[in-house]
């Protein structure tokens, strides 16, 4: 908890076209500039991130004792209305 995720987002024009995922999906299909394009990507960015004088941002750490006032109604803006129920 508390380390930061990356997705490289794929084109969109491409996706559904040429590499919409299938059972056909196999290493022979694997396109060649594709993969080269994004281990450029990911090493730059590894490089960089390696490289910062500060540490990756963060979303905060979850905090189960606030999670009540958070799904509490705003006072004055929803007349009788009731807290979300927890879904979990």
Not at 10 to 38: C, G, M, W
Not at 56 to 65: G, H, I
Not at 76 to 81: L, Q, R, S, T, V
């Amino acid at each position: 908890m508390g380390i930061p995720g990356f997705q490289f987002i794929q084109d969109p024009p491409d996706y559904d076209a040429r590499t919409h995922h299938s059972n056909q999906d196999v290493v022979e299909r694997l396109q060649p500039a594709d993969l080269k394009q994004i281990a450029t990507v990911e090493a730059i960015f590894l490089n960089n991130a390696a490289q910062r004088d500060q540490m990756m941002p963060r979303k905060p750490l979850p905090q189960p004792d606030q999670e009540e006032k958070r799904r509490a109604p705003i006072e004055g803006i929803f007349p009788g209305a009731v807290p979300v129920a927890d879904t979990k």
